[in-house]
């Protein structure tokens, strides 16, 4: 079965450094999104990426983050100045059509900023 | 209001026994909801879609009830493998999904 791969699985880093979280998606999916979970909460919506561009996202992902599709493969979040509340589980996930049934999620990377 | 709101649980239950989940959403113009599971530490995996005439995939029955915003989720026959968090989820206007913060279950031998 096709899977959504995420790496690093775990990640440790200082406050204030940049971190690049990786995801390699479904092959023919064409719709890319990223998820966030702090320990304890609930999943929550951060972007969506169509067509090169993000077609939405949420009040969560502010300036310090962005999302790239670098070379029509990975697709990375980039967090640019971490906070100690960036400490979460993040989840790639990716459809072949715009949400619905089709979603497939990454086993997720756990950020720890300390 | 919260976009999605479920009992959290924990719901301690023995092997065989039924146990219904319920979850209410806010946006009556939402058109398509979910259960998801999850695991400890995991990633949310589908569980199955909800239809507005309800819709059953072997131990699981999934109900919608528009008119109410509520959505409920029934497994028979419980089995120690469904011990989880069971996830409510409903499509956002962009093709994001909203999520409640789920219901944990706890099947006892």
């Known amino acids: 079965e096709p899977e959504v791969t995420q790496t690093p699985s775990h990640q440790v880093t200082q406050m204030g450094q940049e971190v690049i979280l990786r995801c390699v998606p479904i092959?023919?999916?064409?719709?890319f999104y990223w998820y966030r979970q702090i320990l304890g909460q609930k999943v929550e919506f951060l972007v969506s990426?169509?067509?090169?561009?993000?077609?939405?996202k949420s009040e969560i992902f502010d300036d310090q983050f962005s999302v790239e599709r670098p070379d029509g493969s990975n697709f990375t979040l980039k967090i640019r100045s971490t906070k100690l509340e960036d400490s979460a589980m993040y989840f790639c996930?990716?459809?072949?059509?715009?949400?619905?049934?089709?979603?497939?999620f990454g086993s997720g990377t756990r950020l720890t900023v300390v | 209001r919260k976009e999605v709101e479920q009992d959290p649980g924990p719901f301690n239950v023995p092997e065989g026994a039924t146990v219904a989940f319920n979850c209410t959403y806010s946006?009556?113009?939402?058109?398509?909801f979910f259960w998801y599971r999850q695991d400890c530490r995991k990633e949310p995996k589908l569980l199955m879609s909800?239809?507005?005439s309800g819709n059953e995939d072997g131990r699981f029955t999934a109900q919608l009830n528009r008119a109410s915003q509520y959505i409920s989720l029934l497994i028979r026959d419980s089995k120690l493998s469904d011990s989880a968090t069971y996830l409510c989820?409903?499509?956002?206007?962009?093709?994001?999904?909203?999520f409640g913060k789920g219901t944990k279950l706890s099947v006892k031998p």
């Open positions: 996930a990716s459809s072949f059509k715009q949400g619905g049934n089709g979603y497939t």
């Open positions: 909800v239809y507005s």
């Open positions: 092959s023919n999916h064409l719709y």
């Open positions: 990426f169509y067509n090169n561009e993000i077609s939405e």
């Open positions: 989820v409903v499509k956002g206007s962009q093709g994001n999904l909203i």
């Open positions: 946006n009556s113009a939402s058109q398509s």
